[in-house]
């Protein structure tokens, strides 16, 4: 019954859909009423309100969207839509502001004697625009009503004209900061943690192991992470337009003709250029500069955003002639270049003030605040004044804002009712079935996207269709694909949805300023060529990963909080790094020789012993790692016989599985019938359960018989190579840590023989310490921590605690401090004449640090260097197969 309650549901919305009710109130009333319906009907046909679910009851469910949704917003770490409304903000003052209408007409002089010199223009004004407004509407309607006149008047193609304004106008939806890609990083985050779920069970179901390793997770994603993704994504698709646009107008010269200017291209023109240019790409550099190198997160961003577009209106909305017209973003300007000489010149936490030149940055620091405030406040009454500016922006970011959250919250129920009544799970099984394994769901997934696009807006596909099949493919272990990439691509192809007839928005919005003359049929017709761009970006994307992953995870290894070098994620990348570093001629063998060369008898026996061991895990790590490799070798021979088996019985497992849990839910529901009216239907039940059971036994007998033969044998490969990995781990921490430690006790000499006078003037003190006086034990104590702080000086700092401890008031025992005093002197003496007799050990030991400090001593490393962190990004950016492990 549950499948005719959901195909009720899905009938609902797409009912409501079509007929023009509001989104936001067809998602949740088709959950509702779909909900209702199916706990009334059980309660009249079996007296149960949570018959006809597939877990749970009606108040849970209609409860379950609003939690989801509130976790949005009472979770710390989940603050991603807080951006939704300074980014909205954000486009519409620019968007009032006249940008776009300075941007097409100088670009249009700038571009328009190169063939196909006004679309181009048009795309990459489109392109500057989707950095800074994003709004679609507002950059469709604004191009159409500049350039698309222009572009007919100088005879071009009228397909060709009206399909570069619709298509260049989505560009904010890919092109960062984007509300798509906020929207999709914050259902994203969901759906990974349901993603790492069904990886687990899957793994334990596999393995029979409680814990899988974390190299096996899914990691989540941010909206700082998606931006910088989409941003190489982003400008391909920028570039396809714009050669698309130059070879038609090369191969059809009259589609696209070069335009003549008057223009003189001398100092005035350049000088508008550089004023209409710098603006726009000064807010874009703060806005995703501050992202990409990790100043700001997306939120502070957003707000500097917001902040940069107010002061931008400040001076575009007056007429020319205001006076003080450039003095806001002048100040504003000035204020932000003093801070930014501050924070590097000083240290500007009024917490850490230590001198007077902190004091006097910190107080140069308040008046540029100040100065700032005065800019933004002095900009926001202009705006205010102006046609009552700020009253219109701040109305309709309000109603966008609401629009979107609305949208959030029915978007949640209605996938709460769709979960109710089990569709994700028929979902995840129709797509688990399709032949071709994970590719094959990713593109049927990516068709439907598609498809519904011609229906559907962005929001809503983002918001129904994502936290359903998100899940099912980032749980996939075969391409353990990242969800910075699934969420680009998904980005990617949501924005066809704007192009594609007949509710695509951008011709709609086109075709309102369009004039009469130019024909729907003609602005179909032109979009056809860039939507099939956009397919090819998506297919370019697809095959590349990299073009999305790299720069996330190129910023994320290059920042301050980047992973240390021993976060298990790291380990297969490192050790690739270090085989290549030995592989291209690394004599690291003659580093080893010449340290275990060195003569070690003027150290105490535990520290010779501890080194020479350190030597000899040196060369057993280069054993390990030439094991490691080549066991990887013969896992990956292997493999090629292996996963056609794995794949057929881990099929026929899930078949089993899915019938077991199948009879465990009509058992528990079976038993819930003790009534004598519902015997007929407990009876069929418990007939239904039987024929499961003997189904799920009759496909355990089709596994081939070998299986277990087959499994263990290729399992004690894969053993051997994750042995050898972490026998090359402990060999090469084991290699550094020792040698790392003497170097810096050696390196503490100076330190260690400065104490020397103190230590000896201390016998007077304990000698003459008298029972009641804190004093002496006050002293030993500041000695004792003193020696504390000497690398290798922990025996004698021992003994002067204990002395110490002997010299408390209430515990007093002169003798006996003065017997461990007498055992410190003893250990400092000795340690003094080791000491200076190793000092000869120095360049030895950090020749041999140096040397293996780059590969073997990687691990040990406080954070990587920046080759190695731009190595590690070019090796995560690879979705690697993780499947073999399951």
Known sequence: MELY???????????????????????????????????????????????????????????????????VYWEVERDTLIAIPLFIFMGIMLQRSKIAEDLLVTMAKLFG?????????????????????????????????????????????????????????????????????????????SATDQAATLRKTLYNEATGELTMPSIFGVGSTS???????????GILLVL????????????????????????????????????????????????????????????????????????????????????????PALMALGSLGVLAMLLDNFDMNVKAIESSADSMGITLGAIAAVFLLVALIWSGWRVLKIEATMHGVMLETAKTTSLVFIILLGAAMLTAAFRAFGGEDLVREFLNGLPGGFWTQFIIVMLVIFILGFFLDFIEIAVVVVPIVAPILLADPS???????????????????????????????????????????????????????????????????????????????????????????????????????????NDLAQVIANAEALDLSVLPQRMQRDLS?????????????????????????????????????????????????????????AGRMRDEAQAALRARLEAERE????????????????????????????????NARNMYRRNADSAWETPAEVLRILHANEAFDALEGELRALRDVVENAEEGDPSAMETVEALESRFGDVEGARDVRSALGTARRALRPNRFDGEKA????????????????????????????????????????????????REQALYMASCGAVHRDVSLNF
């Open 223 to 233: 909206a700082g992470e998606m931006f910088l993704g989409a941003f190489v994504p």
């Open 479 to 585: 391409a353990n694909i990242s969800a910075v990439w699934l969420g680009v691509m998904i980005g990617l192809n949501i924005q066809t949805s704007f192009l594609t007839p007949p509710f695509g928005f951008a011709l709609f919005y086109l075709r309102g300023v369009a004039p009469q003359s130019v024909k729907t049929v003609q602005m179909y017709r032109g979009v056809i060529a860039f939507i099939t761009l956009q397919l090819i970006a998506l297919g370019i994307v697809g095959s590349y990963p990299p073009l999305v992953n790299y720069l996330p995870s190129r910023m994320s290894f290059l920042s301050d909080t980047a992973p240390p070098p021993k976060n298990p994620k790291l380990q297969y990348c490192i050790e690739e790094y270090t085989f290549e570093k030995l592989s291209d001629g």
């Open 691 to 722: 024929e499961l059971l003997a189904e799920a036994e009759a496909l355990q007998a089709q596994i081939p018989e070998e299986w277990e033969e087959v499994h263990d044998r290729f399992a004690e490969l894969t053993d051997a190579e994750q």
């Open 613 to 669: 061991d350190s030597f000899e895990s040196a060369s057993q790590a280069l054993e390990e790692l030439d094991k490691a490799f080549a066991s990887e070798a013969a896992v990956k021979e292997a493999a090629v016989d292996y996963r056609p088996f794995q794949i057929e019985v881990r099929a026929i497992e899930k078949e089993i599985r899915k019938r077991n849990e199948r009879a465990e839910d009509l058992r528990i529901r």
């Open 240 to 327: 396809l337009y714009m050669v698309y646009i130059l070879i038609s107008a090369i191969l059809n010269p009259k589609s696209a003709p070069a335009v003549r200017s008057d223009e003189n291209f001398d100092r005035r023109f350049w000088g508008q250029v550089a004023l209409t240019l710098i603006p726009p790409l000064t807010l874009i550099f703060l806005v995703l500069g501050s992202i990409i190198t990790g100043v700001a997160t997306v939120n502070q961003a957003g707000a500097i955003g917001a902040s940069g577009a107010l002061v931008m209106a400040a001076y575009r909305l007056p007429p020319k002639g205001t006076r003080f017209l450039y003095t």
């Open 113 to 189: 004697p190169v063939p196909g010199g006004l679309g181009i223009s048009v795309v990459f004004v489109g392109a500057l625009l989707a950095a800074t407004t994003g709004i679609v509407g507002a950059t469709v309607v604004a191009m159409g009503l500049i350039s698309l006149p222009a572009m007919l008047r100088n005879k071009y193609s009228p397909s060709l004209a009206t399909g570069t304004i619709a298509a260049s106008g989505t560009l904010g939806q890919i092109i960062p900061p984007s509300i798509v890609l906020i929207i999709l990083a914050d259902q994203l985050a």
């Open 818 to 865: 003065l017997e461990k005093y007498e055992e410190a002197l003893e250990e400092y003496e000795s340690q003094k004449a080791w000491r200076g007799d190793a000092a000869a050990l120095e360049p030895g030991l950090q020749a041999y640090l140096d040397g293996i400090r780059g590969t073997l001593g990687i691990r040990s490393q406080d954070r990587l260097t």
């Open 5 to 71: 309650f959901l195909a009720l549901l899905v009938f609902l919305m797409a009912f409501a859909l079509g007929s023009g009710y509001p989104v936001a109130f067809a998602l949740p009333g088709a959950a509702i009423i779909s909900i209702a319906a199916a706990a009334g009907t059980g309660y009249l046909f079996t007296g149960s309100t949570d018959a006809y679910f597939h877990s749970g009851g009606p108040q849970q469910w209609l409860s379950a969207g609003v939690t989801n949704l509130r976790g």
